[in-house]
């Protein structure tokens, strides 16, 4: 998908995204909002998978390790097909199939997700499966910068460095929130960028908010040079609706019916 399509996408997906939080009274809105540019770019533009094959061999595979932003991942699944839309309008309702974070019986997801910190490993798992079997196939990950603080992650990040996983990408959205605040107040994270590299991975850096410094790095990766590749994804919690952005009470939260109007104003404007 162009360049253009995807930053119309994008939006029309930010109004989605409101709408199912809203009418099914639950989710992580900020945290949704500010990962959402770079699900959208992932799958149209970089990501081989195949609603109508979710299980086809070849696809790439795709681990939303911070899983309570499930309603991202939902809207962006509803899209391309794998989620019909009247599955994806019974959200928060009850008996719903579709609920607080991904599991495996949800066409499209690799694996169940939301305990924060498992679903690097996961990934690694999978892109070593791919190198021991000689498979073609990438995998990917989004972790949340909050999950940094845990150490399964970093036993991960040693795991990918020692079997050169070049076929797998890891992505931080690095919005400095999390449900207690700064994340430089709960937990320091910095410098990310060294500490990864320390660890022998390649790392980049992006402006998560912006779709074509999205499509720019994602499409920069060598997946030749023998090392797992790690992307700070700078963005913006709650982005899109000024009175969510940059608020740590939206990591998890539903709008009041004069907060979804003007939440969907704000994003009909820029739609």
């Known amino acids: ?44 533009r970089i990501l081989n998978v195949d ?22 991942l939902y809207c962006v699944l509803c899209d391309k097909g794998f989620i019909s839309h009247d599955e994806l309008d019974q959200y ?25 910190g498992h679903g690097l490993a ?3 798992g999978m892109a070593l499966a791919a190198k021991m079997k000689n498979k073609q196939y990438k995998t990917y990950v989004v972790m949340g910068d909050g999950e940094q603080a845990e150490g399964s992650i970093y036993e991960a990040a040693m795991a990918a460095n020692k079997y050169h996983l070049d076929n797998l990408v890891a992505i931080i959205d690095r919005n400095g929130l999390q449900i207690s605040g700064s994340t430089e107040d709960v937990m320091p994270l910095e410098s990310i960028r060294e500490r990864w590299t320390a660890f022998g991975w390649d790392v980049k850096q992006m402006n998560g908010d912006n779709i074509d410094a999205i499509v720019s790095t994602l499409e920069s990766i060598d997946f030749e ?46 739609s």
């Open 122 to 124: 996961a990934g690694v």
């Open 92 to 116: 928060g309702k009850d008996f719903a199939h579709l609920g607080g974070h991904p599991d495996v019986t949800i066409p499209g997801v690799e694996i169940n997700t939301g305990a924060l």
């Open 225 to 270: 040079n023998g090392k797992p590749h790690l992307i700070i994804s700078k963005t913006t919690k709650g982005l899109g609706v000024s009175f969510m952005e940059n608020v740590a009470k939206w990591h998890h939260g539903v709008p009041n019916e004069e907060q979804y109007k003007q939440a969907l104003e704000e994003l009909r404007v820029k």
């Open 1 to 44: 998908m162009e360049v253009n399509l995807l930053k119309q996408k994008s939006e029309q997906l930010r109004l989605n995204l409101i709408n199912l939080i809203y009418s099914g009274r639950t989710g992580h809105t900020g945290g949704d909002l500010s990962v959402l540019n770079v699900l959208t770019v992932l799958y149209n």
């Open 51 to 72: 609603a109508a094959h979710p299980k086809m061999p070849e696809r790439d595979r795709f681990v939303l390790s911070k899983g309570h932003c499930a309603e991202a």
